[in-house]
Nanobody
């Protein structure tokens, strides 16, 4: 029922910034950003829940910021101080049902966007 469309990816140099956007057709209890690099598993990056609590994987803490604009049904991921290891396809995901712990596994999410490529050169 929820359609997600990511945008904002691109090719940047190490140390640069990008802001990813995820436009949703409906509201969700939790929104998350995942990324997947070639030959690697899909990993949780950041998330935000219904009460606007935010969560980050350790590798992006202090560099990435997730936020939500409820009026636009849009979630953003501000990525600063990008590193080559951040290179991946970034996916927006939505979880419709709630849980006591924030979901960080991909199988927990109900809907996914098409992905947007982020490439960080050295």
């Amino acid at each position: 029922q929820v359609q997600l469309v990511e945008s904002g990816g691109g090719l940047v140099q190490a140390g640069d910034s990008l802001r990813l956007s995820c436009a949703a057709s409906g509201r969700a209890y939790a929104m998350g950003w995942f990324r997947q690099a070639p030959g690697k598993e899909r990993e949780f990056v950041s998330g935000i829940n219904w009460s606007d609590n935010t969560y980050y994987t350790d590798s992006v803490k202090g560099r990435f910021t997730i936020s939500r604009d409820n009026a636009k049904n849009t979630v953003y991921l501000q990525m600063n101080s990008l590193k080559p290891d951040d290179t991946a396809v970034y996916y927006c995901a939505a979880k419709i049902s709630f849980g006591l712990l924030f979901p960080t596994t991909a199988s927990t999410y109900d809907y996914w966007g098409q992905g947007t490529q982020v490439t960080v050169s050295s």
